[in-house]
């Protein structure tokens, strides 16, 4: 299995028919976009991690009971250069790249000046997002490049610094149900006191021939000054409710210092990430109408957050659900020298690694002064969640531990923001690749999930169905491929509620395994 993930994919640029087994519901027209790293080596010269590939993006698309199939790679910059000089000239977050030695000594002179404050890659490998009505290939770096997501041609390349100031941002924001786009950033450097940066891109920031960016729209929703300086958290998503953005300020951090001076110690930039085991994790609640921080400090232990379920208000606290890790070592795993180990030797060496575990932690609004120390101020009665009052007036809070071993998880949008029920995702089982992928009913606590023989499904997607009442009416849409060449890979559709397979839609080309995505209803 482990060399199909590393393995270079290719582009099908014009649009392929599926061969569906089963039958598509009529209702489901739309395309899901996905996005993921699909090209490994770029002509003798090889990346060292697997988020380090050059984007490939692919679609899906179902109308009439049909399924068409196409891909391209993102022609970022970072694309074009490498193409054209036939090797990697552009250094990724594993992957570390220095100038040729064949250069004058000027040249190498500049090349490692500019190196101070990086310049990061536009390889936008994570996630497709939407400002406006644009959408956006996205990683974590200042750079997206806009896509047309009926061609999947590469549209432009927008740097956020121009229009708000950052040096990251993530590739998972939200969307609210007027259409407008909430996301998170971190300003480093050259932009005065270092600080994380909410901001809002409103709904109708696109113009009508698409020319002007909609980030040219943008609206700061407010700033949180780092509790350190030179360690600012490390975070790749963020939970909102109908009032408020929750950020969790984690132990996993960014060595500023180690940034600046990465490629002179032949460091990369993967290498200037720390876990603090020994400190704490610190939560932000924002209202994010007003902009204003609610002051109550709440904390937990320290642990690694990667990717927020949801979150909700529910009398009178906030609920936020997570998936937290002990250690910051899921990135180590992906590195392709431990990616193209054999399964058995992969899980051996690896037992070590924390499995992905999904927490609810709830935060009580209504703490004051006079709060009673030593007490639980969580009164809601469907948690075990805790949240104690110290001496000092700060809020230590527990989480109630919801289900192991599960990771890229999908909700039913609708309820993003709301109290939910049902979480969808990827089973992790000592593998950084999942070969099942599972609904968890956080009522009952129990779950259930489909799997295929020696077939590697990527993240679930849910769509709803028209008119859909209840949260799980709907089917869950995943990609899934197999190490064995009898099998083609294929586009499951399963039914939400039960997961029963409904079709499988052979796709007659090389599929990849990908990252992230969304799918855009078809226009009515």
């Known amino acids: 299995m482990q060399s199909i993930i590393a393995k270079n994919g290719c582009e099908t640029p014009e649009p392929v028919k599926a061969q569906v087994k089963g039958s598509i519901p009529s209702w489901l027209q739309g395309t899901l976009l996905r996005n993921g790293p699909g090209l490994f080596s770029v002509g003798d010269s090889q990346y060292n991690h697997w988020f380090d590939g050059l984007s490939l993006i692919h679609s899906f698309t179902f109308g009439n009971g049909e399924v068409t199939y196409r891909s391209k790679f993102l022609k970022s910059d970072t694309y074009k250069k490498n193409v054209k000089a036939d090797r990697i000239v552009v250094s990724e977050f594993g992957t570390m790249i220095y100038p040729d030695p064949c250069k004058n000594i000027f040249s190498r002179a500049f090349t490692h000046l500019s190196n101070v404050i990086p310049d990061f890659t536009d390889n936008n490998l994570i996630n497709i997002i939407r400002y406006g009505q644009d959408y956006y290939a996205s990683s974590e770096v200042n750079y997206i490049n806009q896509i047309n997501p009926d061609t ?39 932009f005065g006191r270092p600080k994380y940066v909410i901001f ?78 020994d400190d704490i994790n610190l939560f932000h609640v924002i209202n994010r109408k007003t902009g204003k921080v609610i002051s109550t400090r709440f904390y937990s232990d320290a642990m690694v957050v990667f990717h927020h379920i949801n979150a909700y208000e529910d009398d009178g606290h906030v609920v936020f659900d997570l998936i937290g890790y002990k250690d910051g070592k899921l990135y180590d795993m992906f590195y392709l020298h431990n990616i193209k180990q054999e399964t058995d030797n992969f899980i051996e060496t690896h037992k070590s690694f924390s499995q992905p575990i999904c927490q609810r932690f709830v935060l009580p609004l209504n703490v004051h002064k006079e709060s009673p120390r030593g007490s639980n101020l969580v009164t809601l009665k469907d948690t075990s969640a805790q949240a104690v009052m110290q001496e000092n007036g700060s809020v230590y809070c527990q989480p109630d531990t919801l289900f192991e071993g599960l990771e890229l998880p999908g909700i039913n949008y609708d309820f993003n923001a709301k109290k939910y029920r049902y979480f969808y995702g990827s089973r992790l089982e000592w593998s950084p690749h999942p070969n099942k992928i599972a609904k968890f009913d956080i009522v009952t606590r129990t779950h259930i999930e489909w799997k295929k023989d020696n077939c590697f499904p990527s993240e679930p997607v849910f769509v709803a169905s028209p008119g859909a009442v209840e949260e799980d009416d709907g089917v869950i849409l995943s990609s899934v491929i197999s190490p064995d060449p009898n099998i083609s890979p294929f586009m499951l559709v399963l039914n939400a509620k039960t997961f029963e397979e409904i079709a499988l839609a052979y796709i007659p080309t090389s599929v990849h395994m990908d990252l992230h995505g969304l799918f855009i209803p078809a226009a009515v």
């Open 200 to 277: 809002k891109v409103p709904a109708d920031a696109s113009d009508k021939e698409h020319k002007k960016p909609a980030l040219r729209k943008v609206q700061q929703v407010c700033s949180i000054p780092f509790r350190s300086t030179l360690f600012p958290s490390y975070f790749h998503s963020f939970g909102m409710t109908e009032n408020y953005i929750v950020f969790v300020e984690q132990a996993f951090k960014l060595d500023i210092i180690k940034l600046a001076t990465a490629y002179f110690r032949g460091v990369n930039w993967g290498g200037c990430l720390k876990f603090d085991k």
């Open 152 to 190: 999947l041609e590469t549209v432009s390349k927008m740097n956020y610094r121009n229009h708000i100031a950052l040096n990251l941002a993530t590739a998972h924001p939200h969307y609210d149900d007027e259409g407008n786009t909430y996301n998170m950033g971190t300003a480093i450097m050259g």
